[in-house]
């Protein structure tokens, strides 16, 4: 989860280096703010999730696991539904949502276990 976390914290300045392109069109600007915020969110979310787990609430820690992973599509929905090429954040986002899987399939196993 911490990896995951610091992957989301790395995005987060990785867009605001992007940001500073002034070549970017407008639609494209408001979706990398939005995936900014967004991306802002799951680090939150992750390390609730750590604090979670850490409790051995690992139901919750799956919760806030997936929440984190849904920051990430919503953001990649944004780029689609305005019709923005999403190249620009495709192998950041698509490592993240690898990180974030494999986080969730290793709590599940945990909470498989203690159920």
């Known amino acids: 989860m ?3 976390s610091n992957n989301a914290t790395y995005i987060h300045t990785y867009i605001e280096g992007i940001l500073k392109d002034v070549k970017q069109e407008p639609r494209a600007r408001m979706c990398l703010k939005d995936c900014m915020e967004f991306y802002s969110t799951a680090v939150e979310e992750l390390q609730e999730a750590m604090e979670e787990f850490n409790r051995k609430e690992y139901y919750w820690a799956l919760s806030s ?3 984190a992973g849904t920051d990430a599509d919503t953001c990649k929905t944004g780029f689609t539904e305005l019709g923005v090429d999403f190249s ?3 192998k950041q986002d698509n490592d993240f949502f690898q990180l974030t899987n494999i986080c969730l399939d ?3 196993k945990i909470y498989d276990s203690k159920v």
């Open 2 to 4: 911490e990896l995951s």
């Open 65 to 67: 696991v997936s929440a």
């Open 88 to 90: 620009v954040l495709r």
């Open 106 to 108: 290793i709590i599940a």
